[in-house]
């Protein structure tokens, strides 16, 4: 990293070092899936909760968090998350099921 500027290489260690999650939503059991990625899993839920996120989950209601996965750095999150949302539906779904096989909301152990 010779010859960065100090701000840039602060930034860049910061990133690496900030942890991300993988979340899937839905809208009831075995309904629609939208899986994301964030840095912060509480306020990311809260904005969709909310409706402060417009598209997808906002149109179609998706506000149950049924699964997340925690990563010590972003890029593995980012990576994560592209891989499963390149899964067929069944594995997400026997995914969820292997951890939450009553699809219950997971935001309040979260909290």
Known sequence: MAGLVPAIHVFYLCTMIKGGYVYILTNRPNGIL???VTNDL???IFEHRS???DGF???HGLK???YFERFDNIQAAIQREHNI???P???KVRTIMASNPEW???FETVV
């Open 42 to 44: 509480v306020r990311r």
């Open 89 to 91: 539906r069944a594995w």
């Open 85 to 87: 949302k390149h899964w």
């Open 34 to 36: 939208y899986v994301g």
């Open 104 to 106: 219950n909301d997971l």
């Open 51 to 53: 409706g402060f996120v």
């Open 57 to 59: 989950t906002k149109r």
């Open 64 to 66: 149950r968090l049924v």
